[in-house]
Nanobody, 119 residues
Framework: QVQLRESGGGLVQPGGSLRLSCAASGSISSINGMGWYRQAPGKQRESVAVITTGGVSYIDSVKGRFTVSRLNAKNLVYLQMNNLKPEDAAMYYC??????????????WGQGTQVTVSS
């Protein structure tokens, strides 16, 4: 069974930091891109930070505060979030653009990890 599993969410005060981790497991031939999306209540899911073979992209609101990194050999992706703001609060989802044997190219999603920013 192919799955993405996130960890690292929680409650943090404004200005604080969190590090999210995501591990892809199961039968995966390769991963073209991997990263993080988020969805706040009443809002659409948005791409926060993604690493592809072409490079790294960030949503404007997190540039300079968030850093995405990937350990390709172990299908791991991380999101270091610094100087968190209340508007960063959301459910964060791990994403992978993967090649799954027998299924071809698939968008994989984790279950999500909650990030709450509040004093």
């Amino acid at each position: 069974q192919v799955q993405l599993r996130e960890s690292g969410g929680g409650l943090v005060q404004p200005g604080g930091s969190l590090r999210l981790s995501c591990a892809a497991s199961g039968s995966i031939s390769s991963i073209n891109g991997m990263g993080w999306y988020r969805q706040a209540p009443g809002k659409q899911r948005e791409s926060v930070a993604v690493i592809t073979t072409g490079g790294v992209s960030y949503i404007d609101s997190v540039k300079g505060r968030f850093t995405v990194s990937r350990l390709n050999a172990k299908n791991l992706v991380y999101l270091q979030m610094n100087n968190l703001k209340p508007e960063d609060a959301a459910m964060y989802y791990c994403y992978a653009d993967a090649i799954v044997p027998g299924y071809g190219r698939r968008d994989l999603w984790g279950q999500g990890t909650q990030v709450t920013v509040s004093s």
